[in-house]
């Protein structure tokens, strides 16, 4: 058989193509269905890649905030100041448990045959992680406005910043989860 030659059922794609729909999943954008187990190992590896994203992003920004404390002018921090700090830091650290927390979890449930549990759960954690990062941002950057601009500024700014990451991360992609619904539902009415 030639190199370009395929054999004759790849990877048991014809016992996928004669599965039920539901357990092949969804064919979006006309893309060839997909059987159960290839659906959770494509959504597991997703989750690997924007986990790897996220972590290295919150863990610089808790690294950062970590060092701000053992600077000289921390010590000049007025007291609400060093509230918006502290609760900064705490966020940080929240947003950097649940986004490393699907690691953890694959490595207690490795073997256990429970990866449908393991995608869903992580997937909740991400976004957790998430609202958790955008709040750990935002806090970040109302502390440096704060001590570079005077007045209610800083807070507008942030407040502009903070809807930016809720436009970005949360209602551009329910938008499109609901075109891609209303699309779905269109061409199962045809």
């Excluded at 016992?15 to 999943?25: E, M, S, V």
């Excluded at 954008?29 to 919150?58: C, Y």
């Excluded at 490595?107 to 992580?122: H, I, N």
């Excluded at 903070?162 to 209602?171: A, E, Q, R, S, T």
Aim: hydrophobic residues 50%; contains cysteine; aromatic residues 6%.
């Amino acid at each position: 058989m030639a190199m370009t030659e395929q054999p004759a059922d790849p990877a048991g794609r014809e016992a996928a193509r004669r599965a039920p729909r539901d357990q092949r999943g969804p064919a979006p954008g006309g893309e060839a269905p997909e059987a159960a187990h290839e659906r959770v190992n494509r959504r597991w590896n997703e989750i690997l890649q924007e986990t790897r994203v996220t972590q290295t992003g919150v863990q610089i920004l808790f690294g950062f905030l970590l060092s701000v404390a053992f600077t000289p002018s921390f010590k000049d921090l007025e007291a609400l100041d060093r509230g918006i700090y502290v609760v900064t830091v705490v966020l940080g650290a929240a947003a950097t448990g649940a986004l490393i927390a699907p690691v953890s979890i694959h490595r207690f449930l490795s073997g256990q045959r429970m990866k449908d549990d393991l995608v869903e759960t992580a997937g909740r954690l991400m976004m957790c992680g998430m609202v958790l990062l955008a709040l750990t941002i935002g806090c970040t950057l109302l502390l440096i406005l704060r001590f570079v601009i005077p007045g209610v500024l800083a807070e507008v700014l942030v407040g502009g910043v903070m809807l930016w990451f809720g436009l970005c991360w949360y209602v551009l992609p329910l938008g499109l989860r609901r075109r891609a619904a209303r699309r779905s539902r269109a061409r199962d009415d045809i």
